[in-house]
Each structure stands twice: as structure tokens, then as C-alpha cells.
């Protein structure tokens, strides 16, 4: 066992039940304490007392000490990225997925050609940074495909991230070598098995070698190390405290890289019927976003189109420093393609129309805050 496995199932999930009954147990005195404390650093009885039920009441208190800390941190800018899908193909079952192998439709994966003329059309909208996502096709879309594909798209983006398959160390040391500066991987959920649940086959089902993930692509010097968990398979008070340890285990390994989190709730997805007895209101998201933001001065906050206009819009001004716009989930979303999507969006407004909104929360709207050739 090492050490991060160590530290999850000393505090965490593998003791759900008394994590429950622990955070129930928190009362507002507790919480009001941990208010009264420098905020932006993380402990993990804060973190616990600001996820609990009794920090409900103080949400509003929570929300302008996490604005102020934000402003400090990283002043009136928010990021603008979008996603480019290059496969739909998978070879994972995750029950709650589109993409999911058993799903009977016309698969498709792009050519190198095809995913250059989709990122052109979102270089054309403005983006200067790119997260290149695909579902486990390591046979159609290996590595060298997203070396390659980076080397002919880095002259359009400052930025390339990537949102695929967990890879060994050495190869997430060739796509760092190749210009891909950040990796995002969510863990889905900390719970051992409840994730044995919803994984039951394919490569996905190795829980300890995607938790070991970010650790391989730190390793190799990604510089954005992207962490989540898909809200709705598991509670998501005790995911959050799992959530904070591990990348407070990173930060402290990997001082250099910054962690990011985002906030990914299950959404309507091709033939997905399975129900969700986890899922998260947009009272209880906020909450979580908040208490991470009061526990992670540095850490970026990611808000995608999964969620509403309206939300997102009410949280642009508080904590969140990184949003995607005009986001396409299925491969050739840009071009035109009639393809199957992951999920489907909820924010359907146009990167002119999201930019417009974040101008008018009095934050500016930022293409491009970074640049591969800083770090060369
Ligand atoms: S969540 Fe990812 S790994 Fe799982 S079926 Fe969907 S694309 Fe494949």
C-alpha cells in the first residue's frame, strides 16, 4: 500500500459510515471556528467542518470569504478553454457513460486531419487553450496520436491540456515533451466499492492504478494536474474530504504543478438509465466548491457546460477561475458531425456570449493566461 492509499483509507471512504457520522455531528460553533481562521489552507477537520451539514447556515459568510480569496489569488481573470473529443470509442463499461463499449452505436474517431480542422474552428472562436479528451482507445488514439496532433496544433494554442486514459509515467513524459502541459483525470469516486460498482470491467476497473495517476503525470512535469469526482455515485461530503487529501498529498509532492478542481455531475447520457442515488443539488455544489476554494487558496476551480447558465453565471464572480464555452461532446462537434455525445451540455451560449457574461459579472474574460515557451 503506499502512502496516498494510506492516507485515504486511514480517514476516508473505506470508513464512510463513521465519516458520516462524524461530519453529522459537527456543530455550528465548530464550523463558525474554523470561519474565524486564515482561510486558503488546508486541514482536514476545516475541510470537514465546512462540508458539513451545520456550514449550510453559513454559505453566505462562506461565499465572500471565498470571493475575497480568489480576487487575492488570481484577480479578476477567468480562464476560457474548450474541449476537443477525438474518439467515442471505448473499451470501459462505466455504467453512468455514453461511450460505454456495450452502447450500440456508430462509433467514430477522428483523423489527425479532422481534429485539426475541429481545433481550428475553436482556435477561430478565440481559445487559446485546448483540453483534448477521448474515451479509452488507446488502439485508435494512442499517444503518439495526441504527440502528433500536438505538434500540429501548437502554433494555434498556448496551452494544450489532455482529458484521455491513464498512461504510464513515460509516456505522459513524451506528451509533456511534445507541448501537453496539463493532464485532468477524475478518480470518479474515492470509494473503493462503490467504484468496483460502477467500473466491473475493462481497464477502469484497476482502482489503485488510477488513483496512482496523477502522481505518474506529476512525475513527468505536467504543470496542471486536473482532479474530480463525477458527483452522484457516492455521498459527496465524504468524497470531498477524500477529494481535498489527495490533493493536498499532491501539492505538498509537486509544489510546482498547480491542482485544479472540477465539479462534474452526471448528466443525461446516451442510453444511460441506471438510476443515482448520490445525486447533487446546486445548494449542496456550491457548498462544495466553496469549502474546497476555503481550503485551496491556490487550487483552480473549474466550472464546465454541464451546468446551467444560470449557475454558472452566479458562480463566475465567486470562486470559479477556469470555464469552458460553446463545448461540443461528441468528435467532430465543431465541424459539423453528427456524432454520439458524452453527455449532453446544459450551457448552450456561444464562447462570444459566455465571455460577454463574465464581463458582466466585472471579471475579465481571459484566452490565454499561459504559454508553453514559459516553461521551455
Ligand atoms: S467514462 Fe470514460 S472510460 Fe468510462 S465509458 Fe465513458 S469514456 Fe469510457
Given at each position: 500500500m503506499n502512502k496516498l492509499t494510506t492516507i485515504l483509507t486511514q480517514y476516508n471512504l473505506d470508513h464512510q459510515n463513521r465519516w458520516m457520522d462524524d461530519l453529522k455531528a459537527i456543530t455550528p460553533d465548530q464550523v463558525q471556528e474554523q470561519l474565524t481562521r486564515t482561510p486558503g489552507r488546508f486541514d482536514l477537520n476545516r475541510l470537514a467542518a465546512l462540508v458539513s451539514p451545520a456550514a449550510v447556515e453559513f454559505l453566505e459568510v462562506m461565499a465572500q470569504r471565498a470571493q475575497i480569496l480568489t480576487m487575492q489569488r488570481f484577480g479578476r481573470t477567468i480562464q476560457l478553454y474548450a474541449p476537443l473529443y477525438?474518439?467515442?470509442?471505448?473499451?470501459?463499461?462505466?455504467?453512468?457513460?455514453?461511450?460505454?463499449?456495450?452502447h450500440d452505436f456508430d462509433r467514430r474517431r477522428l483523423t489527425l486531419d479532422e481534429a485539426v480542422a475541429d481545433a481550428e474552428m475553436i482556435a477561430s472562436e478565440g481559445f487559446r487553450h485546448i483540453l483534448l479528451v477521448s474515451g479509452e482507445d488507446r488502439t485508435g488514439v494512442p499517444p503518439e496520436y495526441f504527440c502528433e496532433l500536438t505538434a500540429r496544433l501548437r502554433a494555434r494554442f498556448s496551452s494544450i491540456s489532455v482529458e484521455i486514459y491513464p498512461l504510464t509515467q513515460e509516456e505522459y513524459a513524451r506528451l509533456f515533451a511534445a507541448g501537453i502541459d496539463g493532464v485532468t483525470l477524475y478518480q470518479?469516486?474515492?470509494?473503493r466499492a462503490v467504484y468496483t460498482d460502477w467500473h466491473q470491467?475493462?481497464?477502469?476497473?484497476d482502482y489503485d492504478y488510477r488513483l496512482d495517476s496523477p502522481d505518474r503525470f506529476a512525475q513527468a512535469d505536467m504543470r496542471r494536474i486536473g482532479l474530480g469526482v463525477l458527483l452522484g455515485l457516492a455521498d459527496w461530503r465524504a468524497e470531498t474530504l477524500a477529494l481535498g487529501q489527495h490533493a493536498a498529498y499532491l501539492m505538498k509532492r509537486y509544489w510546482r504543478a498547480q491542482v485544479s478542481f472540477s465539479f462534474p455531475r452526471i448528466r443525461p447520457a446516451y442510453e444511460v438509465r441506471d438510476q443515482f442515488d448520490h445525486l447533487v443539488g446546486d445548494k449542496e455544489l456550491v457548498q462544495m466548491m466553496l469549502a474546497l476554494r476555503l481550503c485551496f487558496a491556490d487550487a483552480g476551480i473549474v466550472l464546465s457546460t454541464r451546468e446551467s447558465a444560470a449557475l454558472r453565471d452566479r458562480l463566475v464572480g465567486i470562486c470559479v477561475t477556469r470555464i469552458s464555452a460553446g463545448?461540443?461532446?461528441?468528435?467532430?462537434g465543431y465541424t459539423g458531425k453528427h456524432t454520439t455525445e458524452q453527455f449532453t451540455i446544459d450551457?448552450?451560449?456561444s464562447p462570444t456570449q459566455v465571455a460577454a457574461m463574465i464581463r458582466s459579472a466585472g471579471r475579465e474574460a481571459v484566452?490565454?493566461?499561459?504559454?508553453a515557451a514559459f516553461t521551455a
Open positions: 477525438v474518439s467515442n470509442y471505448c473499451v470501459n463499461r462505466c455504467r453512468y457513460c455514453g461511450f460505454n463499449c456495450t470518479e469516486t474515492y470509494d470491467a475493462g481497464p477502469k476497473s463545448s461540443k461532446t461528441n468528435p467532430g450551457d448552450t451560449r484566452w490565454k493566461d499561459w504559454d
